[in-house]
């Protein structure tokens, strides 16, 4: 369809254009202005928007907000607005969440000066957000969206309150502050920023974690029991790594422990205490087989990692190894490729991939294969743009780029070409970050491995991520229940390519592998806190818990020939169950 916008223009919005979808409104792009994108509400009947809220939003900093440019009007009935424009966010921008990870940071580079320098932004919006009497109200990790290079953007501002827009409520329940009857208002902001900085240093939101008395998250908000707090009833995730700022842990305690609620400041660059590795002891009796990969050398960590079932490669910040583990038990070394002697491995955009036999190196938008006599040859038939996003499913790099979706079989290589094929779509409509999903016309399409090729499944609602392992996986989606709004995390099976929710649910993200029994069923391996859980991909029922000190629910895993790969930056094993 037509539409218009304020100052006259006229553009095209098509549903074949969309980018993303939420519960109130779809994103698309918009042909006549490619530097832009369009929020259109999905009720044109309700009244999300008005000039008053726009204007009023205005005077929000564009250098820190993805603020309303101008709004749009049906082209027939000028009086109906559809929705209005905004910046259109590169790909280089990813959810704040996403920063909360610690192998994510240390894949991307992100050390804590950085992340101070992120922090700052924070702050400096929500109180330039305050002085403007505009209150945010659904800080979450999700609206704040940041690249690796440290600048924020806030999204979905035309939910803030201003004077002469209400907040409509609906927060994540993550960042309600419920000791405050979870009313929004300006301690609201202080109270999920608070929160967004504690999870961003200490890779923990301050009221995870499990307390044997008080399990949910709003009754420790309400008895004030953080995870920092003195309490020994108190079971604190591994991946927590405590504030070694005096000045900054003290305003967190004043907050969490105290009740109290005001804007955090930070006076200098934030340290943190990561966690002791605690190597298993294979003296001890155990139901897992270990063997340490590759033992790490001083200010060594692991950046990236990527195993198929006979071939994988560790990536650290000194050196990449290429390992073949296509025999049970023995994951062998091939070769370390120092990356300050071999400029072929430098630069910190230079990608690795390998599938079953082979290993390739991505640098200047050149593919490189390790061919026979360890010499590396030049893909001939690859040529993307700057823009170029990649995915790896199975032993498939999936290439969006330029309009089109590429299959590159890795392990199907003759000279210096490997075997693709491609389809035409719309590229901005796929989302690579939080597993490959792609998003048509109100509908989400999700892709997974099945025999030689890919195969994609519709999607029963919409999701925010998606893990597959197999033709199993793990969704997240929001629920609404009473006014509250929730993230679930709820294993599901690819079945007769239909996605089959199983109602097993768990409390968060983690990394999955699957070892497959037959061509529908098999067994389902996840990272916990000091074990390893094992679960049928029939009904998702529990299994086992094999204890492992080692693993967290950080911990990477990778199906294998010779076992399970378990890795996180700072430590890569072998494990087989005995």
Not at 121 to 136: C, E, G, M
Request: charged content about 20%.
């Amino acid at each position: 369809m037509k539409a218009i916008t304020e100052s006259g223009t006229i553009i095209t919005l098509e549903d074949k254009h969309e980018i993303k979808r939420g519960g109130e409104g779809k994103i698309l792009s918009i042909p006549e202005l490619p530097q832009q994108v369009a929020k259109i509400y999905l009720d044109p009947n309700y009244q999300h928007m008005s000039k008053a809220q726009k204007d009023a939003l205005d005077v929000l900093d564009g250098a820190l907000f993805v603020k309303p440019l101008e709004l749009i009007f049906d082209k027939n009935k000028k009086n109906t607005i559809l929705g209005f424009t905004m910046e259109y966010l590169s790909p280089d921008f990813l959810p704040l969440a996403a920063f909360f990870n610690k192998n994510f940071c240390a894949t991307q580079q992100i050390d804590n000066e950085q992340k101070t320098k992120i922090a700052r932004k924070l702050i400096q919006a929500v109180a330039s957000a305050h002085q403007k009497n505009i209150i945010i109200g659904d800080l979450s990790g999700l609206n704040v969206m940041t690249s690796t290079q440290g600048e924020v953007r806030f999204l979905d501002v035309d939910s803030y309150e201003t004077p002469v827009h209400s907040h409509w409520g609906m927060l994540l329940d993550e960042i309600r502050d419920y000791l405050y009857q979870g009313e929004v208002s300006e301690k609201s902001d202080y109270f999920a920023l608070s929160i967004l900085i504690f999870n961003l240093f200490t890779h923990l939101h301050p009221f995870k974690g499990i307390h044997k008395e008080y399990k949910a998250m709003a009754e420790r908000m309400l008895r004030k029991i953080p995870v920092f707090a003195n309490d020994a009833q108190l079971i604190i995730p591994k991946c927590y790594t405590p504030l070694q700022n005096d000045y900054l842990q003290k305003q967190f305690e004043r907050i969490f422990l105290g009740g109290e609620r005001f804007l955090l400041s930070i006076e200098q660059v934030i340290q943190t205490q990561a966690r002791p590795v605690k190597v298993p002891n294979i003296g001890i009796k155990t139901s897992l087989k270990y063997q340490e990969i590759y033992q790490l050398r001083a200010g060594e960590f692991i950046q990236q990692a990527f195993f198929s079932s006979s071939l994988g490669y560790l990536s650290t910040n000194q050196q990449v190894l290429l390992y073949d583990v296509g025999n049970q038990g023995y994951a062998t070394l091939k070769k370390a490729y120092s990356k300050t002697e071999n400029s072929l491995f430098q630069g910190n955009d230079t990608q690795f991939f390998v599938g079953n036999q082979h290993f390739f190196v991505l640098k200047d938008r050149q593919l490189f294969v390790r061919q026979a006599g360890e010499q590396f040859s030049t893909i001939s038939n690859f040529n993307p743009s700057d823009s170029a996003q990649y995915f790896m499913l199975g032993h498939i790099l999936v290439l969006l780029d330029d309009g089109y979706m590429r299959y590159l079989y890795l392990d199907q290589v003759i000279g210096n070409q490997i075997h693709t094929e491609q389809m035409p779509v719309f590229t901005a409509g796929f989302d690579v970050f939080h597993g490959l999903i792609q998003n048509v016309g109100g509908a989400q399409y999700i892709f997974y491995a099945s025999g030689h090729t890919l195969s994609s499944v519709r999607a029963p609602r919409l999701l925010k991520s998606v893990g597959i392992a197999g033709n199993v996986g793990l969704a997240s989606y929001e629920v609404q229940t009473m006014g509250e709004t929730s993230l679930q995390h709820e294993y599901f099976k690819i079945d007769n390519l239909q996605v089959k929710f199983s109602g097993v649910t768990v409390q968060q993200t983690h990394s999955l592998a699957y070892k497959a029994q037959s061509p529908q069923h098999g067994l389902l391996f996840e990272p916990a806190d000091d074990c390893l859980r094992v679960r049928s991909s029939e009904g998702f029922a529990l299994l086992a818990e094999i204890g492992c000190n080692l693993l967290s629910t950080e911990t990477n895993l990778f199906m294998t020939q010779a076992g399970i790969i378990a890795y996180e930056k700072d430590f890569c094993f072998l494990l087989n169950t005995q």
